[in-house]
Structures are given as C-alpha cells and as structure tokens.
C-alpha cells in the first residue's frame, strides 16, 4: 500500500513542470553604454565645450548640436574612437539662453545649458490681485 502511495505521489509530482529542474535564466550581460558628461566655459566671444567621454562602446560620431534660443546655430559631428576628453570651441553672444545637445546615432546622452531661459510668467491665482505696472 504505502509503496503504491508513493508511486502515485511520484507521477503526481513529476506532471508538475519544475519538480525536478527549477528553470534558471542565462545571465544576461548588460548592454555597452555611453556615458559621457560635460561642462561649457565662457570666453569673450566663444564658449568652450569640454566632455569627458568616459564609456565608448565601439568608435562612432558624437553629434553636437549648439542653439541659441530655439534656432540652431552650429551642427558638428566628432568621431570618437575610444574613452577620453573632447573639447569644442562654439560661438556665443553675451545675452540669451544657449543649449549643447549632445547626440549619439540620433539618440539625446546630453544637454548643458548657458544663460537664462525666457520662461513664461506664473499664472496668477484668482486670489491674488494683479501685479502693479
């Protein structure tokens, strides 16, 4: 009796899909990232773009692209063979706001900005007073 018990507790169980090999995954690598990071310094009439290139998976361009405002101004492309330090000189004007986008095959890694954006004023609550002029 207790041997027929067994047997079919042992067909019971062996039904069940992992009673005997738990599934384990295969570890997956991660995917080779760029990682890259940066600074802009003010010089009279130019600014200076330097970017340490810290993780470059394969050589590739590294886009750049300049705006003063919403207009693009300057679009460079670099080729960047391994990890290091890129510096670019730009064109600047003392007043408005400027942005570097920096591309990798299209793809947005990075964004400094230069001067101060022209934001909308807040909305007014309808409990405050309007400002004075």
Same mark, same amino acid.
């Given at each position: 009796?207790?041997?027929r018990a067994f047997l079919?507790?042992?067909?019971?169980?062996?039904?069940?899909?992992?009673?005997?090999?738990?599934?384990?995954?295969?570890?997956?690598?991660?995917?080779?990232r760029v990682s890259l990071?940066?600074?802009?310094?003010?010089?009279?009439?130019r600014v200076v773009a330097?970017?340490?290139?810290?993780?470059?998976? &394969? +050589?590739?361009?590294?886009?750049?692209?300049?705006?003063?405002?919403? !207009?693009?101004?300057?679009? $460079?492309?670099?080729? @960047? *063979? &391994? +990890?290091?330090?890129?510096?670019?000189?730009?064109?600047?004007?003392? !007043?408005?706001?400027?942005? $570097?986008?920096?591309? @990798? *095959?299209?793809?947005?890694?990075?964004?400094?900005?230069?001067?101060?954006?022209?934001?909308?004023?807040?909305?007014?609550?309808?409990?405050? *007073?309007?400002?004075?002029?």
């Amino acid at each position: 009796m207790m041997k027929r018990a067994f047997l079919l507790l042992l067909l019971l169980l062996s039904g069940c899909r992992y009673t005997f090999w738990p599934l384990i995954p295969p570890e997956a690598s991660y995917p080779e990232r760029v990682s890259l990071s940066g600074e802009l310094m003010e010089e009279e009439d130019r600014v200076v773009a330097r970017l340490n290139v810290r993780r470059w998976p &394969e +050589p590739n361009y590294l886009e750049l692209r300049w705006y003063a405002g919403e !207009e693009l101004i300057e679009e $460079l492309s670099i080729w @960047v *063979e &391994e +990890p290091g330090e890129v510096t670019v000189e730009l064109p600047y004007e003392k !007043e408005g706001f400027y942005r $570097l986008l920096v591309m @990798v *095959e299209n793809k947005p890694v990075l964004q400094l900005d230069l001067g101060e954006p022209s934001l909308p004023p807040p909305p007014s609550s309808p409990d405050q *007073e309007p400002a004075a002029e």
